[in-house]
């Protein structure tokens, strides 16, 4: 099922939604993910804690994101596929970084971590009907499916790296 499937995305979505290729679910998570933390691998292991300004997150800090971002989407994909009508909240990504302490860790181990997620991400997908990819769920106080999670979860990814090739590798050659 593709983007022409998306009937409800809740409109913060179409950022993230627009820059998911126009392919399958299933395949989009597939080919935009782990070839693409593949390419960006090594310049991210050489930035790890670097930040481009004063207040801004470190490239640990934004892959760490990434993977909370696509747990907390994944995590309610499945409970709106599996029929859990709970409504779910909302999270907040400046708490979630205040608490994780990403810079603590290796960039190594958060690639890895990444791919795993990624991974576990692919194979939830896999096991979601048509059907269900279509069914409804609240969090956040908004109305969505498994589908737009989907898109949510891949433009998500793109999202970041377009920021990290825009404001922070320029910088590369400065560190």
């Known amino acids: 099922m593709d983007k022409s499937a998306l009937q409800l995305a809740p409109s913060y979505f179409d ?3 627009a820059q998911a290729p126009d392919l399958p679910i299933r395949q989009g998570l597939k080919s935009n993910g782990l070839p693409l933390i593949e390419y960006h691998r090594d310049t991210w292991s050489q930035m790890g804690s ?12 934004i892959i760490q994101h990434i993977i909370d971002t696509e747990r907390v989407f994944s995590y309610r994909a499945l409970r709106i596929a599996r029929g859990d009508a709970t409504p779910m909240p909302g999270f907040d990504q ?8 990403a810079n603590d860790r290796r960039i190594a181990d958060l690639l890895k971590e990444l791919i795993v997620v990624r991974q576990s991400t692919i194979w ?8 269900a990819l279509l069914r409804q769920g ?19 990814l793109i999202h970041h790296i377009g920021i990290l090739e825009e404001r922070y590798y320029p910088h590369l050659k400065k560190k």
């Open 138 to 156: 609240t969090a956040s106080g908004l109305t969505m499916n498994p589908l737009a999670l989907g898109f949510m979860i891949i433009g998500h």
């Open 94 to 101: 400046d708490v979630f970084n205040e608490y994780v302490a």
């Open 15 to 17: 950022t993230y939604i």
């Open 50 to 61: 670097y930040r481009y300004a004063p207040g801004k997150w470190t490239i640990n800090e």
């Open 124 to 131: 939830l997908y896999d096991s979601i009907s048509d059907d």
